[in-house]
């Protein structure tokens, strides 16, 4: 195991322990198991060795299961080292890496490359554990391409996303975003609610969709936008900034939600010590499969 370091993993320390896929199995068997064996069958603590060296058979009921069944690394079409790869230059690289610059590290194609990063991304999605406390920020935003028929609120063929950011002293320590379909109190109240704790102290602008949930946040405070949001500059500033990576590294895309909870949980973990790609691990390993099907629908 690589954990409890106050850095993240070097390519030279990644290559040193990670050389094949049986060192990839390993490190999946004493993660998925670190609490002990039990049986996704009959719920038994009790194992044997399973026909492959670092599956598990169940003394019971006999099941057998590998170190990647009921992870995002069930059923990988190649090999598990590239795959392990793929999710250090993901999680590593500060800006992310696009499916086609994995697809040239890597020696896929890149068709490839986007199908496994998506279900990379579904291991990113907030786990709405720690929401944001203190002094928030609430906004929304359109984003996508130009359109020059679109005025004021309406998104025309860009999609609408409500933005919720946490301040501490003069910077931003953590944010998220949500893509909805109207900016009414039903699809803010439920952003706000999964986002922020109903302590903290929100600013949002004057747009009506807040007002209903003065009486649920009672520390929530209105005031106007200004030109540009001038009255929300650090909000602003991260909007920006998240339009920029999308534009710079992936240029156009479709499920937009996925490319937010990628952008969110790098950005969330930037002022984190310890190790993201064990942590980007972990969430791998503890997340249902995700099938190409799904994804591609």
């Known amino acids: 195991m690589i954990g409890n370091k106050d850095n993240d993993l070097s390519l030279f320390e990644f290559q040193t322990q990670f050389s094949s896929d049986n060192d990839c199995l390993e490190y999946l068997s004493a ?8 049986c996704k069958k009959c719920k038994h603590t009790h194992y044997c060795k399973g026909i492959k060296e670092f599956d598990r058979q169940c003394t019971r009921c006999n099941y057998l299961e590998s170190p ?23 999680s590593t690289n500060k800006k992310g890496v696009s499916s086609t610059e994995l697809s040239r590290k890597l020696g896929l194609k890149q068709k490839v490359c986007w199908l496994f990063k998506r279900k ?19 906004d929304e935003t359109f984003i996508g391409g130009s359109d020059e028929n679109s005025k004021g609120r309406k998104k025309g063929n ?20 949500k893509v909805i379909d109207r ?19 929100i ?6 969709g807040y007002k209903p949930l003065d009486k649920e946040f009672e520390n929530m405070n209105h005031i106007k936008s200004g030109k540009k949001g001038e009255n929300f500059p650090e909000l602003h500033r991260v909007i920006m900034n998240f339009k920029s990576w999308l534009r710079g590294l992936h240029h156009h895309v479709g499920h937009l939600q996925d490319y937010i909870n990628e952008y969110t949980y790098r950005f969330n973990r930037s002022f984190m010590k310890g190790n993201i ?18 994804i591609i629908s």
């Open 120 to 138: 990379v991304m579904k291991a990113m999605e907030s786990s709405g554990n720690f929401l944001l406390e203190g002094v928030v920020e609430v």
């Open 158 to 177: 860009k999609k609408l996303v409500v933005v919720a950011i946490e301040k501490k002293k003069k910077g931003v320590s953590r944010f998220y975003a």
């Open 183 to 201: 900016a009414n109190a039903e699809n803010l109240g439920d952003f706000m609610r999964c986002a922020i704790t109903k302590e903290a102290k």
């Open 203 to 208: 600013t949002t602008d004057e747009w009506t």
């Open 68 to 90: 990647t069944a009921g992870t995002l690394f069930h059923r990988v079409k190649f090999p598990l080292l590239k795959a392990f790869y793929a999710v250090y230059f993901i």
């Open 31 to 38: 993660l998925k198991w670190d609490s002990g064996f039990v």
């Open 277 to 294: 790609f064990d942590n980007l691990m972990k969430r791998m390993v503890n997340t249902n499969p995700h099938f190409y099907k799904t």
